[in-house]
Nanobody, 123 residues
Framework: QVQLVESGGGLVQAGDSLTLSCAAS????????MGWFRQAPGKEREFVGS????????YYADSVKGRFTISRDNRKSTVYLQMNSLKLEDTAVYYC????????????????WGQGTQVTVSS
């Protein structure tokens, strides 16, 4: 069993940067590819990005490519989502996910979810 806890969300202005963290407890994250998803009010949960178990490969949704960066520190069992040039449409609850089969780009591949952290981008 893996417990995931996100942190770092908040209220920022358009164009700002924000870094989310996802800390794992229980089993080590080392064995899992990881992903970030987000869900805006009234919308389905959507894929943001994924990173393989080693951190050597990443994969992003087109909507965030070039602005968001995923990284991981397996020694700390933590995954990060660096978000730059934030836009109003990035407003959502962001979820960390651990799963099977890289990339974790669909909900069906997720085994463990975090509780989510709110990111609100204002104009």
């Amino acid at each position: 069993q893996v417990q995931l806890v996100e942190s770092g969300g908040g209220l920022v202005q358009a164009g700002d940067s924000l870094t989310l963290s996802c800390a794992a407890s229980g089993r080590t994250l080392r064995n899992y590819p990881m992903g970030w998803f987000r869900q805006a009010p009234g919308k389905e949960r959507e894929f943001v990005g994924s990173i393989d178990w080693s951190g050597g490969s990443t994969y992003y949704a087109d909507s965030v490519k070039g602005r968001f960066t995923i990284s991981r520190d397996n020694r700390k069992s933590t995954v990060y989502l660096q978000m730059n040039s934030l836009k109003l449409e990035d407003t959502a609850v962001y979820y960390c996910a651990a799963g099977l089969g890289y990339p974790i780009n669909v909900v069906a591949r997720v085994v463990y979810w975090g509780q989510g952290t709110q990111v609100t981008v204002s104009s």
